[in-house]
């Protein structure tokens, strides 16, 4: 972790002696020893890591065109606030990291999550606020571009380093605080739909469905897609390799490794209320198709199948049919498909056709569905199938497209 030393910064910038082209304003820190804080922002015009390592270097034209960037003021501001707070070091993701190498990016966002989580504190920075106060109402007036509230609440980055960070300390566009993330709990809650206790104790809280996890991302944004699934490695604890150009494949890859790690079946809940009339994979294809599961909570499909009155071998925690190698609850990524067992009700006039019980419910205790259809040696995600006539569900293992 590359850290930028905050009193080396602001001689440079201040033009005091000693502090000139040899002054090292970075350092390394691997054994996790330093004190720092942490900043987190909406991207305009940055100062990169090449910039900020050569800035006094640089000749006078060069470095007058740095300095009027907003990028750079943030860096400055930030490194006076530290500076108030009695912090030697700060992290800023557009100059600590060197995005020229594609190995420490690698790291940089598969650690990102941990970085802000073992920050002292977060500097949360709303450019486009500019009362002295938060605002706790929606404000179409001043926020038309993200949905009444500050931009910062719209991007995808914001959503872990609002959650990881124990300390969370918000300023407005002339960095004047407007308040603190333990007092204003009750309105970030309604801002975000993030529980409370999430708020509170960041990832050690999670017991909240993978489903209701996404849902949190649902409306946010990134200027890049593949950053809508790795902004939110974080938050299930999970490393992927970054392949940038690959789109909204690679939320697709990101519920492949949450399945892999979790047993969650509400990761299939996405789309419950029958809005994306599609046929096709029973993965979703971004954030936004979880965006009504901020209700959904995971069952134990143990009790799921009690309830519908399935047999099974408890004593072994599989099932009592011919088929005795497959764990109840394990997911496998095949060639096929995604390999699971799931409660499912056949259609009356087509056997290809059923409707899987999943292991979730909504808001109201009701158990959450979706239709398929066989086709070969797999099943497809369709559009709802109708009302089905009551039958007794039976257990089938099935593979998912």
């Known amino acids: 972790m590359r850290l930028l030393h ?31 804080v942490i900043v987190s922002h909406r991207w305009e015009d940055e100062v990169n890591y090449k910039e900020m390592a050569a800035f006094m270097g640089m000749d006078d034209r060069c470095r007058s065109n740095v300095r009027r960037r907003t ?44 970085w802000y989580e073992k920050s002292q504190k977060c500097y949360a920075y709303l450019d486009d606020v500019e009362d002295s106060s938060f605002p706790s109402r929606q404000d179409f007036s001043k926020f038309h571009k993200a949905n009444g509230w500050p931009k910062w609440f719209s991007r995808g980055w914001t959503l872990q380093e609002l959650i990881a960070p ?37 990832r050690k809280r999670m017991y909240f469905c993978v489903a209701q996890i996404i849902s949190w991302a649902a409306d946010r944004e990134t200027t890049r897609p593949e950053d809508r699934a790795y902004s939110l490695l974080g938050l299930f604890d999970v490393d992927m390799q970054m392949t ?8 697709q890859k990101l519920q492949l490794a949450i399945i892999a790690k979790y047993s969650d079946y509400s990761i299939f809940a996405w789309n419950p209320k029958g809005q994306f009339c599609e046929f096709g994979s029973v993965l979703a294809s971004d954030p936004s198709y ?59 006039d087509c056997e290809s056709v059923f409707r899987g019980i999943l292991a979730c419910r909504d808001y109201f205790g009701n ?16 559009p709802a199938a109708g009302c089905l006539r009551d039958s007794r569900p039976k257990l089938k293992i099935l593979h998912l497209a």
Not at 244 to 251: D, L, P, R, W
Not at 290 to 298: G, I, N, Q
Not at 367 to 382: A, E, M, W
Request: aromatic content about 8%; hydrophobic content about 35%; overall charge neutral.
């Open 166 to 202: 124990k300390q969370v300390e918000f300023f407005n566009k002339d960095w004047v605080t407007v308040g603190r993330k333990e007092e204003l709990e009750e309105a970030l809650e309604r801002i975000t739909r993030i529980p409370i206790d999430v708020l509170r104790d960041g």
């Open 244 to 251: 940038y150009g690959e789109g909204k494949k690679v939320f």
């Open 367 to 382: 158990p959450i569905t979706i239709d398929f259809k066989t086709l070969g040696p797999s099943s497809y995600r369709i």
């Open 290 to 348: 979880f965006r009504d599961c901020h209700d959904v909570e995971k069952v134990e499909l143990v009790e799921l199948i009690n309830k519908l009155g399935i047999s099974w071998s408890r004593s072994s925690s599989k099932l009592g049919s011919r088929d005795r190698t497959l764990p109840l609850e394990l997911s496998l990524v095949t060639n096929v498909g995604i390999q699971i067992r799931l409660p499912v009700i056949t259609h009356p």
């Open 71 to 114: 990028g750079y003021r943030k860096i400055i501001k930030s490194c006076k606030q530290a500076k108030l707070d009695n912090y030697q070091w700060i992290w800023i993701d557009t100059c600590c990291i060197d995005k020229r190498s594609s190995s420490e990016l690698q790291e940089a966002i598969n650690s990102m999550y941990r």
């Open 6 to 36: 905050v009193q080396t910064v602001l001689d440079r910038e201040e033009g005091i002696q000693g502090a000139g082209p040899q002054a090292k304003i970075f350092k390394e820190h691997h054994d996790g020893s330093a004190e720092y």
